[in-house]
C-alpha cells in the first residue's frame, strides 16, 4: 500500500521528479550490482587469515581452502537453475528482493558461525545470491532503460560490478578482520533492498503475465507523462500477443526457442557466452599475479595488479561513453581486433624465451591494454543478451546462458594451470589470439546493430517477423490517442 501511494505521487510530479528517477533508478540498480560482485575475491583477502596456522578464530586445513574458494561457484550454478522460474513467475523485482536478504544472512552466517560446513554453506548461498541478483538486476535495466540510453547504462551496471571486486582490496588493505568485512558487505545490502522495493516491475514482464494495466503505470513511472508510453505499450502488448498471448509459463517459454529466429538468436549469444572464457580475459584476472611475474618486469608485482584492474574500470568508462554513439558491432569488431594483438604480444614475449633484453615492459604494457579493453568489449555480452534474446522467453534464457557461461568459465580456470604447463605460455596466448579474432569476425558478420532501437524493433529485426509489423499492429499503430487503453482491453481478451 506505502509503495503503490509513493508510486502515485512521483507520477503526479513533472520533470523534476522525472529527472531524479533517471538519475536514482541506475545509481540503485549499479548499487545492487556492487552488493552481488562482493563475494568473488572475498576468498583474496579471507585466506591468509583463514590458513594462519596461529589464528585464534576458524582455521582451514590445506584440503579444504579450495573448497571455501570454490563453493560459490556451485552456488551460482543451483541459483541460475532456479532463478528462470523465478524470473518467469514474480518478475525481476520480486528476484531480486529474494537474492539480496539472502546474500545479506550469508554474510552474517559467516559473522556469526565458526563450524567449516556452515561457512562453506554461507559461500553456497553467496553464490545463490549472486544468481538471484546479477542477471534480474541486468533484465530490469535492459528492459525499463530508454533505447538511447541503454548500452550506457548496463555500461554503468559493469562499472559497479568492478567496485564490488575491488572493494575487497580496499577493505583488506585496512587491516580488518573477515568478519569485520562480512558485516559491512551485510549492511551495504539494505539500502537496496529498500529502494527496490518502491520501485514498479518492469513493464515488460508485466505484459507476459497479462497484467497490462499495471504495465502502463510502470511506463508512466519510468518515461513521464508527456513520454510517448501509449506507443511503447502498444508495441510491448504486440510482441506478447505475437509471441501467443501473456502468462506463459516456464515450459511455454523454454518452447518458444524452437522457432527458427529466436533459436538462432540464441545459439548466436550461446556461441559469444561459451567463447569468452577462452578469450583470454576472463583468465587474466584469477591468474593476474603469475601472468605480471615475468623478469625485469619495471616495477613490483603488487601495484602491477591494481593498475590493470585500474585499466579495467577506465576500459569501462570508455564503454560508458561510446557505446549508444558508436554501437555494438564495431566496438565488439575492434575491441577484440586489439585484444588479439595484445595477446599475441604477451605470447611473442614468453617464445622469445631468455632473448628478451629491452622489451621487459611488454607484458605489463600488453596485459594493461588487454585489461583496458576487456573493460570496453565485455559489457556487451550483457547488453546484448538482454537486447536479442525476446521479451518472450527472456526469464528463462538468460539463466540457462548464464549456466553454461559460468561451467564453461570455471572450467577453464581450473584447466589453465594445467594447459600452461603442457603446452607454454607462449602457445596459450597464441589460442587467445585465434578465439579473439574468431569473436570479432562473428560480431561482424553475425552480430545485428541495435545501437537506438526499441527491444520490441530489435526481436522484428532479428526475429521469424523479419522487421514486418503484422497487420492487427499496424491498425493499432493509426488508432489515435487511446492506444494504452486499447491494449490493454485486447490484453485482457487474449
Known amino acids: 500500500m506505502i509503495r503503490t501511494m509513493m508510486m502515485m505521487m512521483m507520477m503526479e510530479m513533472e520533470t523534476p521528479m522525472m529527472v531524479m528517477i533517471m538519475v536514482a533508478v541506475p545509481l540503485l540498480l549499479a548499487w545492487v550490482m556492487m552488493t552481488s560482485y562482493t563475494g568473488m575475491n572475498f576468498p583474496g583477502i579471507a585466506l591468509p587469515q583463514l590458513t594462519n596456522p596461529d589464528t585464534d578464530d576458524v582455521y582451514l586445513e590445506p584440503h579444504t581452502v579450495a573448497l571455501f574458494v570454490s563453493t560459490i561457484h556451485v552456488g551460482t550454478v543451483a541459483g541460475s537453475l532456479v532463478s528462470g522460474h523465478l524470473l518467469v513467475h514474480l518478475g525481476r ?15 552474517l552466517g559467516l559473522v556469526f558461525f565458526s563450524h567449516v560446513w556452515i561457512l562453506m554453506l554461507c559461500r553456497v548461498l553467496t553464490g545463490c545470491s549472486f544468481a538471484l541478483v546479477k542477471q534480474p538486476t541486468v533484465m530490469y535495466m535492459v ?3 530508454h533505447e538511447s540510453l541503454r548500452g550506457r547504462l548496463v555500461g554503468l551496471l559493469c562499472i559497479a560490478k568492478e567496485i564490488g571486486l575491488f572493494s575487497s582490496y580496499v577493505l583488506g588493505s585496512l587491516m580488518l578482520t573477515w568478519r569485520q568485512i562480512c558485516i559491512i558487505y551485510a549492511c551495504i545490502m539494505v539500502p537496496p533492498m529498500i529502494g527496490i522495493y518502491f520501485l514498479p516491475s518492469s513493464p515488460r514482464w508485466l505484459t507476459t503475465r497479462g497484467r497490462v494495466n499495471e504495465a502502463h503505470k510502470s511506463l508512466v513511472f519510468f518515461r513521464g507523462r508527456r513520454g510517448n508510453v501509449d506507443a511503447e505499450l502498444q508495441e510491448v502488448v504486440r510482441q506478447a500477443e505475437d509471441a501467443g498471448g501473456a502468462n506463459k509459463g516456464t515450459w511455454q517459454q523454454l518452447r518458444l526457442l524452437t522457432k527458427p529466429g529466436t533459436l538462432r538468436t540464441f545459439l548466436l549469444i550461446l556461441s559469444i557466452m561459451l567463447l569468452y572464457p577462452l578469450q583470454g580475459s576472463m583468465l587474466v584476472y584469477p591468474y593476474l599475479a603469475v601472468i605480471l611475474d615475468t623478469p625485469g618486469a619495471p616495477i613490483n608485482l603488487a601495484l602491477s595488479s591494481v593498475l590493470c584492474s585500474t585499466c579495467k574500470i577506465f576500459g569501462t568508462i570508455v564503454h560508458l561513453i561510446t557505446v549508444d554513439y558508436f554501437g555494438r558491432v564495431p566496438i565488439i569488431a575492434v575491441g577484440n581486433s586489439f585484444i588479439s594483438i595484445c595477446t599475441a604480444a604477451y605470447g611473442y614475449f614468453h617464445l622469445l624465451g631468455d632473448n628478451t633484453d629491452g622489451i621487459s615492459w611488454l607484458p605489463m604494457a600488453s596485459i594493461s591494454a588487454l585489461m583496458f579493453l576487456t573493460g570496453t568489449v565485455s559489457p556487451l555480452m550483457d547488453v546484448l543478451q538482454g537486447e536479442l534474446i525476446p521479451n518472450a522467453c527472456r526469464a528463462v534464457t538468460i539463466p540457462i546462458l548464464s549456466c553454461l557461461n559460468g561451467m564453461v568459465g570455471f572450467a577453464a580456470v581450473q584447466m589453465f594451470p594445467y594447459l600452461t604447463d603442457i603446452l607454454g605460455m607462449h602457445a596459450m596466448f597464441g589460442l587467445f589470439t585465434v578465439f579473439n579474432l574468431i569473436a570479432a569476425l562473428i560480431g561482424v558478420t553475425a552480430v545485428p546493430e541495435t545501437r537506438g532501437l526499441t527491444l520490441e524493433a530489435i526481436n522484428d529485426l532479428v526475429g521469424s517477423s523479419k522487421g514486418h509489423k503484422s497487420p492487427r499492429c499496424q ?18 481478451s487474449v
Open 93 to 107: 523485482r520480486t528476484t531480486i528482493l529474494i537474492g539480496l536478504p539472502l546474500g545479506a544472512a550469508a554474510w
Open 475 to 492: 491498425r493499432r499503430a493509426v488508432a489515435g490517442p487511446n492506444t494504452a487503453e486499447e491494449c490493454i482491453k485486447t490484453s485482457q
Open 143 to 145: 528492459e525499463v532503460a
